[in-house]
């Protein structure tokens, strides 16, 4: 009876053990179920972003920078076709110096010839001499008339070659002031376009970049995870550990129920004891070394979100860049456009000009041939008029038969001037419609067009600032996730608590069933292994093993560390 009652108190405290056992925090209930619940999160969430870098990569070259290699086509298109318009437009001004040179003698010409036909009336000179005949009276005033009609001819001539000098006079000067503002305006604007598109292309391989960076990013976190699956086989390995421990415990009470003395059972339990010291010291240990370890990787995933963030954020700025030069070149591109040379009204006011001037010449010369067939008429007229005995009517008519031969000789002679002067202007007129005309309206079509490939940059742009926002959205929210379990992953640190009071509980046991170890570890290590062969069975780990034997004094296997994966 004494027996027994002196060990109501180690079983008292076996029991208590044991309850503590029961109420050790099992991890996969605790900690651990929140990060194994949050890991294909994490995961799947870089994934997803890697595969959407992954579409930005293809975008960006299947669709040459976005479209930008299109564009650059494009642009180089709009340079051949302006400084072809240049090259054809002043090479056409190269007529019109000769045209208006060629006009200007007919001028001067006409001009001069205007004052020999200010002649004194013949009728006049024919009263004053004192000749009343009848016939030679009417013939007078016939020739008086042919002069005449001479004065309203020459003006023609004159205001008609006035005319068309005007006109060309006017559109080559508007054509020069033209052509030499746009020219010095293109090569500026041409300059700032072509300098903003090697920025877009260099933005475009940034943005590239980083999507790299963010498939890189993937991998660091699949390893990350894949790491902490494999520390969170200490979920099971410590529940196992904790299980086999409480079994353990269980069979040092049933040995203890057979009374003190039996040396042998007691002998038992303080080993047991010990043993079940050791494995729960070192289930302990490997669990804190577990959580550490992912804690660890949880702070190199909160790292990877943190660079992902910042390049995300590089590359929306980067977009966000892009897309202010997609505007600047807009309006680089609107005010070519608007340059003086290339204004819708220019070829319309050319060929109103042309038109002008060539009608122009048109009237001069038939005013010119109208004047040789009068210089013949009133040279044929004077000619037949008789002056004998009239001096003054002789001076009048000899300086009428001058002008009516004039007329005639110096008319010939001017008209090939006039065809070659009409020929020039047709030269003008065929380099501006087969070579200026062509060149304006494809530099216009392709001015026309730039504004409709700017704006799909833009589309593509946009569409990359959106996938760029969503990435960096969910990025954030993993980061504040891999905070929160951050902050949550304390659990191993109760575990540690209540291992550390289990501890305390079988050393005050140890103290009460026996007085010292060492009179209860007689024997060798083989005696002492074959007396709790029932607790190797239990083992499922090699880890557990090695601790079995640890405790009984021996040298554990070679452990590598790591559990057999394949025994538990």
Sequence with gaps: MEEMTAFEEPTRRL??????????????HEGFLNVGNQMGTFSGGFATSASRATSIKERIATGGELGLTTFKTDFRKIQKEIEGVFAATTSMMAYH???LQRLGNILNWSQQLQKETFLPPLVEQLRIGGGRKVERQTLCAMIDNLVLQVRPLLDEVVSSTQTAGDQMHHLTRRIRVELDASQHTTVAIQE??????????RLVRQVDGVCVKMESHSDDVNRAVFAMVQDMQMD????QRIHHALTAVEKIDEKLEGGSGKKKAVRWAIV????????????RDSLVTAVESIRGHLDSIAQTSARQTDDVVEAWQTSM???????????QLGALVRLGIFEETLPTDILR??????????????????LVMTGHRLEK????????GLPRLSTVNNRIITLARNLQTQCAEKLPEFDEANNQLQEFSAVFAEKVTPRLMRTSSLLRRAPLTTQQLDINNADLVRIMKEILQETRQIAGQVELLQADLTFHHQVGDQVEKLLKQFQDLLGIIGVGLGEYLEGDLSQLAAEFEDLVSLYTMASERNAHLAALGGEGGADSGEDDIELF
């Design 192 to 201: 700032s376009v072509t300098e903003t598109l090697k920025n877009m292309s």
């Design 97 to 99: 110096e000769a045209f």
């Design 381 to 388: 007229l004077s000619s037949s008029l008789s002056t004998e």
């Design 236 to 239: 099971d390995i410590t529940s």
């Design 272 to 283: 047991a004891a010990r043993i079940v010291m050791r494995q729960l010291m070192e289930s």
């Design 15 to 28: 029991a208590a053990i044991v309850e503590g056992l029961h109420h050790l925090p099992v991890v996969g």
């Design 353 to 370: 000009a042309l038109t002008q001037s060539e009608n122009a010449l048109f009237q001069a010369k038939r005013a010119m041939d109208m």
């Design 321 to 331: 860049q892009f897309h202010h030069d997609i505007t600047d070149v807009s309006y």
